[in-house]
């Protein structure tokens, strides 16, 4: 190693910092490491209480068309990799059977059925007109929302006389059921209206209400690593939820519709209120095939849905129901807003729609209909608005929209789709636990088939396992310029020095507290090495470097590290945190604290990317830059390097065997949802070929997934697994890490 010129050795004294050191008094080092902001806790804004559905969600509009397209991808991604349907279902037979036809004058109501995956029943009323008008007709999805019975609702007589009291209905038998009297009027417009069932609701059974819409303590007889029910950690690490099972079904229900020979399949469209408003964007926002959509009272800034059945895991971070409505744009999009949390849609929200509208060029294509003077309803004076949206974007030919007239109120009786001809298909946890199996293996399925053979498949599989992890993760290498160093303390310790500070990370208004060991003749090689200790596991009890470090110190090797959210300096009592926060929400449902915030596995992930983006981009330029992680951080250092790729030169780490999916705590400090879905850590490893890996803790095979991750990317060597007894760990990593071999990168593809 030779020795550095003075003026190179000034600047590499400050390594990785941003500033030179003025002045700053050292600290006293402890056995857990230096103490570098003298018992006060880091300035990071994620100490601050959790984000959660009452929240405040707005939306910004692009500066330009391409920045929309970016943002919309994006966006359009978390939804569909939240709902659990990236990739799609396999979109199995749907077995559709009609039956019931009731003729009432003007339109029909006949009865439906159809599996949305084998087994799993739509259900659902089906409203045809019946003049002799030739041509297909407009298709219309009316999902129900929350109103007691959905399908089956009956606002009562004396209730209904109120609504007409006040000016919110006209006539009797449409104030009790203003479902129906919407379906019956788009039908006698000349629309074919599907009016299907929430999950839970009416005649979708199979999961109860109670699971599906009040779900308040998890079920230990629904979570194991290979059975699972809704809502549980295994659930959450697959993806699979309510709301994502309601947005497959509401998929499905367009596919049903368009098995109708009577049905345009240019000229679709979807309306819902409430809970029926959320399906209703959903829906919207994932499939190109509708042509206009009006999700009535449930798109606003303010909260964002209260149901189990509307929030999902990765769901909401970084974005809000106004960001899933606009990814509509530009094909026409209505909604109405009322005296409830959408009432200040008209000041918050619906400018910022108009204004992208306004940036594509169809500013006419977006409408509000603020009806503030009634509480939350889908009422006559909303319904006829939405009339109104309807004929003009659907080509319905009405120079006026034909008002509503009385309708005949059909009871639950009337109007259940099953009976002795057609038995209601068993439900209960039994089922609940197939269905989700048949989920999981549907989806394990494709995403095999997409096991690279070749530079081309391993480019398909980026596309697909890449794209997602990169929205399960939730953040990739953040900008240089977004990072701040500040020096706190150096200590001269003979061959190296000990210097410590803190990195600002603005992206997410972290502060991070930081520990570097600098040997004095730097052989441009930095090591980040994470431990569950923090920054700390870098010293033993008497403040020297740990077995292993010192041998990289010794050969000139720079090691740093770092105290990730809630380790170190975070803790204010010393003690590592068992179980995280969640929002104060009595039900024990992931989504309403990691569909609006990260986990703290992901908000780790994060700090590992921003301390790998600023040593990466330091001016001092290492050469290498590898991390080790042999703790409970190496999954956390797997998914950051599966987002950092080239940026990490080396990755070492020891996994004990885990896999996310096996985590059984949804509060688990390693809780990550969608964590096990993408073929789990291989996957990520995967992803991230051919980054040279030194992995132990697998045995001594390598993955199959893996080895053909890596035989794809043209370097199979670049990844060694390894069985070792644990004294000989530290020496064949060190000696691994150092070795100076020519790192193959991924060919042009």
């Avoid at 006040?166 to 209206?193: D, N, T, W």
């Avoid at 909604?335 to 509208?357: C, H, N």
């Avoid at 310029?481 to 210097?499: M, R, S």
């Avoid at 990317?609 to 250092?637: F, G, M, Q």
């Amino acid at each position: 190693m030779h020795q550095l010129p003075s003026s190179r050795f000034l600047v590499l004294t400050c390594l990785l910092s941003s500033c030179i050191l003025m002045g700053i008094p050292t600290s006293t080092v402890l056995a857990e490491g230096p103490s570098l902001l003298k018992g006060e806790l880091p300035q990071d804004s994620r100490l601050e209480p959790l984000q959660d559905l009452n929240g405040y969600f707005p939306m910004e509009v692009p500066a330009s068309r391409s920045a929309w397209a970016r943002r919309a991808e994006n966006v359009r991604r978390r939804v569909l990799v939240s709902q659990g349907i990236w990739p799609m279902p396999t979109r199995t037979p749907l077995a559709a059977v009609v039956h019931g036809r009731q003729d009432h004058g003007g339109y029909s109501i006949e009865k439906v059925s159809f599996e949305a995956m084998p087994g799993f029943f739509i259900t659902g009323s089906l409203y045809r007109p019946t003049d002799n008008r030739p041509g297909k007709r407009p298709g219309i999805l009316c999902p129900h929302g929350h109103w007691s019975n959905g399908r089956f609702y009956d606002n009562g007589e004396e209730s209904a006389k109120g609504q007409i009291a006040e000016g919110a209905e006209k006539f009797l038998q449409s104030a009790r059921s203003p479902l129906q009297a919407r379906c019956i009027h788009l039908a006698r417009m000349g629309c074919v209206v599907f009016h299907y069932d929430m999950i839970g609701y009416a005649d979708s059974t199979q999961i109860s209400f109670e699971i599906a819409h009040r779900f308040a303590t998890q079920r230990p007889g629904m979570n194991s690593a290979t059975e699972w029910g809704l809502f549980s950690p295994q659930a959450e690490s697959h993806l699979q939820s309510v709301m994502g099972l309601q947005t497959w079904s509401s998929i499905r229900a367009v596919d049903f519709l368009l098995t109708l020979k009577d049905v345009d399949p240019d000229r679709l469209a979807v309306t819902g209120a409430s809970g029926g408003g959320t399906q209703t964007f959903m829906l919207a926002a994932v499939d190109p095939r509708l042509k206009v959509a009006m999700p009535a009272v449930m798109v606003s800034t303010a909260m964002q849905g209260g149901c189990t059945c509307e929030n999902a895991t990765c769901l909401r971070i970084g974005a809000g129901n106004v960001d899933f409505a606009a990814l509509f744009a530009p094909r026409p999009l209505g909604l109405t807003a009322a005296d409830d949390w959408t009432r200040e849609m008209e000041t918050k929200g619906f400018p910022e729609l108009l204004g992208l509208y306004q940036l594509v060029g169809r500013e006419e294509d977006v409408m509000l209909a603020a009806n503030v003077q009634f509480q939350h309803n889908y009422n006559l004076v909303s319904r006829v608005a939405m009339y109104g949206w309807m004929n003009k974007h659907l080509g319905l030919g009405y120079d006026e929209v034909p008002a509503e007239t009385e309708i005949k109120f059909q009871d639950a009786k009337s109007l259940t789709v099953w009976n002795d001809d057609h038995p209601r298909p068993a439900g209960g946890d039994k089922f609940e636990k197939g269905l989700l199996e048949y989920w999981h293996n549907d989806t394990q399925q494709q995403l095999d088939d997409l096991v690279p053979r070749g530079r081309k498949s391993l480019a398909r599989y980026r596309d697909v396992v890449g794209a997602a992890i990169d929205t399960v993760v939730g953040a990739g290498l953040p900008r240089p310029a977004a990072i701040e160093y500040q020096q706190l303390d150096k200590v001269d310790k003979g061959d190296y020095l000990q210097i410590g500070g803190v990195l600002n990370i603005d992206t997410y208004g972290g502060q991070l507290p930081v520990l570097f060991l600098y040997p004095k003749e730097w052989n441009q090689q930095t090591v980040i090495w994470l431990s569950e200790q923090g920054k700390g596991g870098l010293l033993d009890d008497q403040g020297s470097p740990r077995e292993g470090i010192q041998a990289l110190l010794a050969r000139g090797t720079t090691v740093m590290g770092v105290d990730l959210l809630f380790q170190g300096e975070f803790l204010a009592d010393g003690k590592p945190i068992k179980r995280t926060r969640r929002v104060a929400n009595t039900r024990q449902a992931a989504a309403y604290s990691f569909g609006y915030n990260p986990t703290l596995a992901a908000h780790r992930i994060h700090d590992i990317l921003s301390v790998i983006s600023y040593v990466r981009n330091h001016e001092t330029n290492p050469e290498k830059v590898s991390l080790v992680a042999l703790d409970a951080t190496a999954p956390l250092a797997i998914a950051a390097r599966a987002q950092a790729r080239d940026a990490v030169d080396q990755l070492a780490v020891q996994t004990s065997g885990f896999r996310f999916g096996t985590v059984d705590d949804i509060h688990s400090p390693l809780f990550l949802p969608g964590g096990a879905k993408y073929h789990d850590l291989p996957g990520m490893l995967a992803v991230a070929a051919p980054g040279p890996t030194w992995i132990e803790g697998e045995g001594s095979e390598l993955d199959p997934l893996v080895a053909a991750a890596y035989r794809a990317a043209g370097n199979r060597d670049a990844i060694l697994a390894i069985a070792l007894p644990a004294k000989n760990r530290l020496h064949s990593l060190t000696n691994w890490l150092l070795e100076d071999y020519p790192f193959v990168r991924s060919p042009a593809e």
